[in-house]
Each structure stands twice: as C-alpha cells, then as structure tokens.
C-alpha cells in the first residue's frame, strides 16, 4: 500500500512542445471552419456560408496575429527592449475585425449570427485538443495492479 503509481509516463508530456500545440490547434481551427462551411453550403442560405467562412478566416487571422504579438512581446521581454507598438497592436487587431464585419454586414453578404459563430472556431479546436489530452492521458497510464 506504499506504493504510488506513476500515472503518466513522463517521456510522454517532456517531448511535447508548445509549436507542436500551436500547430494542432491551428489545424483543428482550419478543420473546423472547413466543416462547418460544408455543412453549411447544404443546409443552410449563402449568407450563412458566406458569414462562416468570413468568421472562420477572421478567426484564424485573429489566432495567427495573436500568437506573433505574444510572441514579440515575450521576446522582448528576455532582450530588455519594449515593444515598437505597445497596446496599440491588439487594439487595431480588433478594430480591423469589426470593420471588416460590419461592411460586410451593411453590405448584407453575410449573415451577423453566422459570423460570430465562425468567429469562435477557437473554442472547438480547444475541445478537440483537450480530448487528444485526455485520450492520451488514459492510454499511455501505467497499469497497477
């Protein structure tokens, strides 16, 4: 009864990276956007087609300037040196979004619900990488008996 087990093989987890991460849950994003677009083009009027793909693509923009503003703020934070843009850089992020879905909704080439789902094509790459975690998790556990 004194042992403990090791639940989780530690050569597992060391060899991930987060660019691997990054990568997964970019391709999850992609795979999701895709999915839905299909779906969509046979279920649903052009509008909503045509909001989700523009979400969708807004959506991983989004991921992508997120990560490289991250990225530089963090490695400035190693150098010493402060950022050329600051704050500025997430707040154009932004405002960049919503100019680009309010003409294209004035323009009435999309449908606004449909965007904002497409724009959140984040959140199911999150739960397709959490259950490759949790799959992993269980699989690679050691057994004790």
């Known amino acids: ?65 997120l990560r490289t503003s991250i990225a530089v703020v963090l490695s400035s934070g190693t150098t010493g040196t402060h950022p050329r843009f600051g704050i500025s850089r997430y707040i154009i992020r932004y405002l960049v979004i919503a100019v680009v879905v309010f003409a294209a909704y004035t323009l009435q080439l999309v449908s606004l619900a449909a965007t904002i789902v497409g724009l959140c094509s984040f959140v199911p790459a999150l739960f397709v990488e959490a259950f490759r975690q949790f799959y992993l998790a269980i699989i690679n556990r050691e057994e004790t008996y």
């Open 1 to 65: 009864m004194s042992e403990i087990a090791d639940s989780v093989n530690d050569n597992v987890m060391a060899g991930e990276n987060d660019a691997a991460l990054e990568s997964r849950i970019f391709r999850a994003m992609i795979a999701t956007v895709v999915l839905a677009a299909i779906a969509s083009e046979t279920l649903m009027p052009w509008r909503v087609t045509a909001g989700l793909m523009l979400g969708g693509v807004l959506s991983l923009l989004n991921y992508h300037w």
